[in-house]
Structure formats: structure tokens, C-alpha cells
């Protein structure tokens, strides 16, 4: 059965949506009735269950495996979405390492790796996804509460590269407004999922941590997402989806 909603004949690129929160965004893009591509680098198994959710609900679907850590991978996805289904509406910047430590144990090796990840191959599947969408386009990207509020040590890079995704969504947001395309930021709390589960050795303070005493879902941040995938004047936001982490 088709699944028919706000972004029915819309086409969407979820980077890293094999699993956690990218797979749940992918899964609900289709439910509001677009055809998904994903990336991811392992899991290839993941990956297909993925393709599978979203052709359940009668859409198309495709995994792409693309490392975002690769300047020309980061890029080309874009290209290799449209190509495969015939052009792209909507870029969700999902991809990252979260890499956590203290501060003199990160090696330079360590910040390369982060940066490009979380910066470099935002920006540049950004600036492809730019050049490829008609107006109208969507940019969301997930960002995280660490930019909000960093609650104890360890998580300086990996604060540092999502705090540089704000700054360019706002500017995306005023250079791609004359074109009806938004970009907009979203950033999750304590989310369960594989990475950081919400029975993990280091939940019950992270949960205490957000006003609503809880682990958030994929699905929660997902919502978020595929809102703004469907609103037109909403640009150049952060939105907090993080049980109240930054109240």
C-alpha cells in the first residue's frame, strides 16, 4: 500500500539511516509519502531492513554505502540519489561520530576524523544537495544538546564539530532563501538507540539530566524532522528535541 502524505513525490537522502535515529527519520519520511535514499558505511544488513521498512509502505528506496569521512563520497551521495530516483527535495544531514574523551587523550588523528565527519561532509553533501534541489528544497541537520549545554568533561570535539553545524545552518538559511530552500538544525537529547542505550552503564544520569526524567526515542526526533521537512517558513532554527536537557 502507497503511503501518501505531506511529502507524497518528494525525494529524500538520509545520511547514516541504517540504524538509530537516521533509520527511524528515513521510515517516517516515507510514511508522509517520499521515496528515501540512505547512506551508511557498515551494516549493510541494517541498511537493507531499511530499504525493506520503506518499500513496505509502498515507496522506493535505496542504500547507498558512501563515507562521509571521503570528500567525493560525502558529495557525490547527493548525485547518486538523484540519479537513482530521479532527483532530491530533501537533505537530512543525519551522519556523525560521537567521539568522547578527555581532553588530552584526543590524538590529532582523532579531530581529523570528527571534522570530517561532522563538519566537512555536512557542509559538502550541503552545498552538493544546493546545487541539485529545485527551490523549495530542505536542508534539516542534526545537530546535538552538548551545543546547548555540555554537562561535564569529555565531550569537547564532539561538542566543537556539532556547534559548527549551527552557524551553517544559519547561513545556508540566508544564502538559499531567495530560493524557497530552508535549512534548519535539530538537536537531540539522550536519544535510546544501539550507541547509547537507555538501560546503558551511563543512562540514569543522562536521564536525570532532562526535566522530563527520560530517555527520548528515534521516533521523537524523527517527528521534528519530517515536520520540517513539510514547513515553508521556517528557516535558519534550532530545535531542541532533549526532554528539556537545555531548560
Do not use: W
Not at 516515507?30 to 509502498?58: C, F, M, P, Q, S
Not at 530516483?85 to 582523532?110: C, K
Not at 521534528?224 to 514547513?231: P, S
Request: proline share 3%; hydrophobic share 45%; net charge neutral.
Amino acid at each position: 500500500m502507497t503511503s501518501r502524505g505531506m511529502l507524497n513525490g518528494k525525494v529524500a537522502l538520509v545520511t547514516g539511516g541504517s540504524r538509530g535515529i537516521g533509520a527511524a527519520t528515513a521510515v517516517r519520511l516515507a510514511r508522509e509519502g517520499a521515496d528515501v535514499a540512505i547512506t551508511y558505511v557498515n551494516g549493510k544488513e541494517a541498511a537493507d531492513d531499511v530499504v525493506r521498512a520503506v518499500e513496505a509502505l509502498g515507496r522506493r528506496a535505496v542504500a547507498l554505502r558512501a563515507d562521509s569521512a571521503d570528500a567525493d563520497e560525502a558529495a557525490g551521495a547527493v548525485q547518486r540519489t538523484a540519479e537513482a530516483l530521479g532527483g532530491l527535495d530533501v537533505l537530512v544531514n543525519n551522519v556523525g561520530v560521537g567521539l568522547l574523551g578527555p581532553l588530552d587523550s584526543i590524538a590529532l588523528a582523532d579531530v581529523d576524523r570528527v571534522l570530517s565527519v561532522n563538519v566537512r561532509g555536512v557542509f559538502l553533501a550541503s552545498q552538493a544537495a544546493a546545487a541539485r534541489m529545485t527551490d523549495g528544497g530542505r536542508i534539516i541537520t542534526i545537530g546535538t544538546c552538548m551545543t546547548q549545554r555540555v554537562p561535564g568533561p569529555g565531550g569537547t570535539l564532539y561538542a566543537t564539530s556539532k556547534s559548527a553545524l549551527i552557524g551553517l545552518t544559519k547561513a545556508l538559511a540566508r544564502e538559499l532563501g531567495g530560493r524557497g530552500i530552508t535549512a534548519n538544525i535539530v538537536h537531540p537529547g539522550p536519544i535510546d538507540t544501539d550507541m547509547n542505550p537507555a538501560d546503558g552503564p551511563y543512562a540514569a544520569g543522562q536521564a536525570a539530566m532532562t526535566a522530563l526524567g527520560r530517555f527520548g526515542t528515534a521516533e521523537e526526533v524523527a517527528s521534528t524532522v519530517a515536520h520540517l521537512a513539510g514547513a515553508s517558513y521556517v528557516t535558519g532554527a534550532e530545535f531542541r528535541v532533549d526532554g528539556g536537557h537545555a531548560a
